[in-house]
């Protein structure tokens, strides 16, 4: 599992400043380093050479600061610090192009949220009052996702959230100064509740943690099961940090449910997988998501069941194998759907702030809607427009034995890929989004200069 040590709970990390050669180095434009000419980078050239070309004094300027808010202690540690590794790649490859905004280059401040909604906010907002940065990303859960999108709103910071599922962050709790780069619960749940029903049964007993992703993929998921004609035979919800789940399968295997549904993530998902295991269950398995960094600390072999992802390690996609080439670079691992978000929202959020050629929070949230993206998979995504919310194509996957492998640390084989637009919600389907983002005023950010191209 991915190194889960970190900086004590509200801790500031401040990574260490580099030259440009090491920037370059990074980012694999070095003899000797993996060349990889990162996706944005190919599509955003000719806006950044322009930039840099007209900045003759852009090592004088201040740096763009991003923010980054993540859990590297706790429960999602693993996701966590795969989250950042991905954002600070990003960074490194758009510092090796010249910066943005006319030559700044891009510096990283940290703040560890421990999974913990209270801490996440409060390091968004020491992050923005204290820190100055300019944009922030980051954040697994979705309790505190909602809590750091709450400080950004009032603080008129703007925000790209990294993880967090629940579909509330771009629907009734929406902000205009929130957008979300993964895939809302119920784009997931209508990619995997049909295949999961196919190899499994319909008759389902769920196990789901008690937090705002728990409930609500919960929810996403029951919905589409019946739609679909299946039923819910029981549905038992744990505290998130649950180890013991032995009640819970006990309940599953005499409740003549055809699948055990585990809709948990990090820790918990990983206890309740071994514990499936040992207690030796007939029933089918699955869960709304899971990915390499759980799989891991399951282990070969033992990983089973079908599951739902914003992107795997076999999607076949030029642009996918630079990333995972990038990734195994920098880190010496298998590139999962963490490192995945944590490029994809890093990359997003600083070169919507070169499109807007300001930091101002209502310049650049006019530049990243309807903004269309490389989403690293076959069809390209975008940004909508009336709730912030990313639209591409979410995975359908199933673990496979090790001896299947095409890769190190494949674990999982994808089955089905959804449309973005056929699984996203609907106007009508999320009208509360629509009217919360149409009706806020972005608030002017106190004693704050934006920066300009």
Known sequence: MDDQSGPPRGRQVNPPSFTRREALKRAGLLAGAVVIGGPTLAACSKSLDKASSGSSGGKNKAPVLLGIVDPYTGPFAASGNSQTQGAELAVAEINAAGGILGGRMVEIRKRDDATKADVGGRGARELIQQDGVDVIVGVVSSA????????????GCPLVLTGAHDD????????????RVTTESIMIARVVVGPLMKATGNKWFFITADYAYGLGAEKAMIAEL?????????????????????AQLTKARGSGATTVVLVLYGADLIAASKQYNEFGLKQGLGGHLNGLEM???IGPDNVHGIYGTPWNADVDTPASKKFIDAIKAKTGETANFRHYLGYLAAREALMGVDRAKSTDATKWVAAMEGHKFDTLKEHEGYWRDWDHQAVHDPLAIEAIPKADWKFDNQYFKTIATAEGDKVAPTKEENAPG???????KIVARAGYAPKEA
């Open 434 to 440: 629509l009217q919360r983002i149409k009706d806020e």
């Open 226 to 246: 019946t739609k679909a004609g299946g039923s819910v035979v029981a549905a038992e919800h744990t505290p998130l940090g649950t180890s013991d789940f032995s």
């Open 144 to 155: 505190v996702g909602l809590a750091v999108s709450e400080a950004c709103s009032q603080l």
């Open 295 to 297: 799989a891991v600390g």
């Open 168 to 179: 509330t962050i771009t629907g009734t709790a929406a902000h205009r100064t929130t957008f």
